[in-house]
């Protein structure tokens, strides 16, 4: 596989983030809500570079298969109450953007005093919907990337870079 970001450059982007997220509440409380699986450890790296009063949950996204393929589900179970509260939602990717602008649409219904949304990727040329994520760390190209918390078939998620996959890799997976 051919790395895109090294160690380096995503502590480089990491810490940008927190010093912008840290502009942006000062020190109002916050909450962090996560989109796993993907999230895991951009989320765990940006919040331990956070010193506000911080709360921190999680949402699950996967698509239906069948008749509503493309459809997304999402399970918000292990959220926190959110209503009245600053929040801020992180994803790991923003792609063609369906999944950021349904979780946003749903968490929006139950009344955050605001809500905003980071990602560590974001893939040029690739966004379908109207809205965009209000921090992004890094613009890739449209290639399926691995790593830092991203899968392939549940495999790579703990290497601490991020990479594009190649054919080779992705026949290398056993199913
Ligand atoms: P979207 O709804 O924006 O099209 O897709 C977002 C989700 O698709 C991400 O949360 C992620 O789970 C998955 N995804 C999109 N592109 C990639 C990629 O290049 N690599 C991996 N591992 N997941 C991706
Ligand atoms: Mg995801």
Known sequence: MKTLL?????????????????????????TIIGVMTGCIIFMADVIRLLEMPLRVGVVQTSS?????????????????????????????????GHTLKEVLRLMDELNPTSLKSAVLLSKTGRQEVDCSPDFVVFDIPDEFVVGYGLDYEDEYRNLPFVAALEPADIQSVVK
Do not use: C, W
């Not at 480089?12 to 109002?28: F, M, N, P, S, W």
């Not at 298969?65 to 939602?89: A, C, F, Q, Y």
């Open 64 to 96: 239906y298969d069948g008749v509503d393929r493309g459809r997304l589900k999402i399970n918000s179970e292990m959220m926190p109450d959110i209503t009245g509260r600053d929040v801020l939602l992180m994803d790991d990717i923003f792609d063609t």
């Open 6 to 30: 090294n160690q380096a450059d995503i502590k480089k982007g990491v810490e940008k983030l927190a010093q912008e997220i840290t502009d942006h509440y000062g020190e109002r409380p916050l």
